[in-house]
């Protein structure tokens, strides 16, 4: 009887209590919840972060065709154009990698990726000489319509604008 005893108590202390396991099922819960409310804050970032790389590279497209291209053709496609005025170049569309996908002038498939629309608005100056070039990019997977600044040429940053475009400036000189 004694022998039963003492192996019963054996086993008894080597066992969870309810208490300890309703501790340790609280501290693993307080845990999970804490890591499930920094997965959204990650994944915002993270989507931050996709569309800060993507603009980057879509700039970096658009700055080369502008470098590449003669200044008569910065100014509107060989548009004659009234110095101080601003022209409003085509809107161009590029899917969610970078890629551009079509410009407003032509037709663009309705199961084409289209995430990014940028407008390039190009006002020369007075002399004639140096063209300050604006490039907006907005993310719009939806689609949706944006309205145009005709001072800018690029696109609407007012309350009646959905998105905030990422705007980029620079200056072109022309060389004699």
Not at 56 to 64: E, F, H, L
Not at 94 to 120: K, L, N, P
Not at 151 to 168: A, E, V
């Amino acid at each position: 009887m004694n022998l039963r005893r003492i192996s019963s108590l054996r086993f008894a202390r080597q066992a969870f209590s309810l208490v300890e396991v309703t501790i340790a099922i609280g501290i693993t819960a307080f845990g999970g919840i804490t890591m499930m409310g920094l997965l959204s804050v990650g994944l915002s970032n993270f989507r931050t972060a996709v569309d800060m790389s993507v603009g980057s590279q879509i700039m970096q497209q658009v700055v080369a065709n502008v470098q590449q291209a003669s200044f008569a053709n910065i100014q509107g496609a060989g548009i004659s154009v009234t110095p101080g005025a601003t022209v409003a170049l085509p809107v161009r569309y590029f899917d969610d990698q970078g890629s551009e996908v079509a410009t407003s002038g032509s037709t663009i498939s309705a199961d084409a990726a289209v995430v990014y629309h940028v407008a390039v608005g190009v006002n020369v100056n007075s002399s004639g000489n140096l063209a300050t070039v604006v490039v907006d990019i907005v993310n719009n997977p939806g689609k949706k319509a944006l309205v145009r600044d005709s001072g800018t040429g690029g696109f609407s940053t007012g309350p009646i604008s959905l998105y905030t475009p990422s705007r980029y400036s620079f200056f072109v000189s022309k060389t004699q």
